[in-house]
């Protein structure tokens, strides 16, 4: 990867990580950002659904099955727009998940760059699988 892709990569993931500020989710906040041709096509952050109540966990801490994921909700808006992801970049605070990898292969996505690893690999797995190029870029 040249410098120049590098620390674009890296403002990127900087202003993902300010966008999962909007989360309203107590245990975790994620953000992501559809990057096509230098331009942001899409952003979302973990939450519920549109018209719900913005509380993401039950009385015991536990995340609600219905919040959906930064990485969704990013690719479902781009699916209500003019925009498509065909060969953009995802940029996303945490590695996605499994059906989230599932998402993101079906929407044309080609790369994506998260930064922080989650205990479960199966969505990086997958998605290195379907050819798509994978990039952590932790904290520097």
Not at 60 to 77: P, R, S
Request: net charge neutral; aromatic share 6%; glycine share 8%.
């Amino acid at each position: 990867m040249n410098d120049k892709q590098h620390k674009l990569d890296q403002r990127y993931l900087r202003m993902a990580r300010i966008w999962a500020e909007n989360s309203y989710c107590q245990r975790r906040q994620v953000g992501a950002l559809v990057v096509k041709d230098k331009m942001i096509i899409s952003d979302g952050y973990n939450g519920t659904p549109s018209g719900f109540e913005n509380i993401c966990e039950d009385d015991n801490g536990v995340t609600k099955t219905y919040v959906l994921h930064a990485e969704a909700n990013a690719i479902t808006k781009l699916a209500r727009s003019s925009n498509n992801s065909d060969g953009s970049t995802l940029y996303v605070t945490a590695s996605p998940c499994i059906e989230c990898a599932k998402l993101i292969i079906q929407s044309g996505i080609q790369r994506v760059v998260y930064g922080e690893k989650y205990r479960l690999t199966d969505g990086i797995e997958l998605l290195q699988r379907a050819g798509i190029e994978v990039v952590l870029l932790e904290n520097e």
